[in-house]
């Protein structure tokens, strides 16, 4: 795939907690694009297990590991709302092209986001195929009926999933640079679990 200088993908994660398909899904980001930037985010569709505060943590822990140049925690992103995310992304880097990056779990959400014409006048649509969670045409079409420019990334993320982790404290999803850190927080009962 292509890409040129001024491409950034975003990637705004719930990250609770990070698992291997949040690292396998960045590190493939970063063989596609240029720049990858990424921070942990509230999804109002969604119960967290922690704070915005520790995911956020957790999820730089995470982004060290990697330790990538072209890779950046930009935490100041982070919003409930896409549209403010892109408001912010485009002031900060005004002469960009912005692909907002969701994993296909979450395609058929698109549509019922706030200002959804908005966000794909700000920036493209990069759909992660996730294992376990296939892409639906019906969906696709809808997006691209409303304007969206859809563009699905050549990526197979894992089927890791962090609602997985919450349900069944599975630790096997999750990289094991993060244990420490949610053990010491006794973080998602992972500690009744040892």
Same mark, same amino acid.
């Given at each position: 795939?292509?890409?040129?200088?001024?491409?950034?993908?975003?990637?705004?994660?719930?990250?609770?907690?990070?698992?291997?398909?949040?690292?396998?899904?960045?590190?493939?980001?970063?063989?596609?694009?240029?720049?990858?930037?990424?921070?942990?985010?509230?999804?109002?569709?969604?119960?967290?297990?922690?704070?915005?505060?520790?995911?956020?943590?957790?999820?730089?822990?995470?982004?060290?590991? +990697?330790?990538?140049? #072209? @890779? /950046?925690?930009?935490?100041? %992103?982070?919003?409930?709302?896409? $549209?403010?995310? !892109?408001?912010?992304?485009?002031?900060?880097?005004?002469?960009?092209?912005?692909?907002?990056?969701?994993?296909?779990?979450?395609?058929?959400?698109?549509?019922?986001?706030?200002?959804?014409?908005?966000?794909?006048?700000?920036?493209?649509?990069?759909?992660?195929?996730?294992?376990?969670?296939? +892409?639906?045409?019906? #969906? @696709? /079409?809808?997006?691209?009926? %409303?304007?969206?420019?859809?563009? $699905?990334?050549? !990526?197979?993320?894992?089927?890791?999933?962090?609602?997985?982790?919450?349900?069944?404290?599975?630790?096997?999803?999750?990289?094991?640079?993060?244990?420490?850190?949610?053990?010491?927080?006794?973080?998602?009962?992972?500690?009744?679990?040892?």
């Amino acid at each position: 795939m292509s890409s040129t200088q001024s491409e950034i993908a975003l990637l705004g994660t719930s990250a609770d907690p990070p698992t291997y398909g949040h690292q396998a899904l960045l590190e493939g980001l970063l063989k596609l694009f240029p720049k990858v930037a990424t921070w942990a985010s509230d999804n109002p569709m969604k119960l967290h297990g922690a704070s915005l505060r520790k995911r956020k943590t957790l999820l730089k822990v995470l982004v060290n590991t +990697i330790a990538h140049p #072209h @890779l /950046e925690l930009v935490q100041e %992103l982070s919003s409930p709302r896409t $549209i403010t995310t !892109l408001q912010r992304a485009s002031f900060r880097w005004p002469t960009a092209n912005l692909i907002f990056v969701i994993g296909s779990d979450l395609t058929g959400q698109i549509p019922t986001w706030t200002a959804a014409k908005s966000v794909f006048k700000k920036a493209r649509i990069g759909i992660a195929p996730r294992q376990g969670w296939p +892409i639906e045409k019906a #969906h @696709l /079409e809808t997006l691209e009926s %409303l304007g969206a420019q859809v563009q $699905i990334l050549p !990526l197979a993320i894992p089927a890791s999933s962090s609602s997985k982790v919450r349900a069944n404290a599975d630790i096997a999803q999750i990289p094991p640079v993060l244990l420490p850190l949610l053990l010491e927080e006794n973080l998602y009962e992972l500690n009744s679990n040892q």
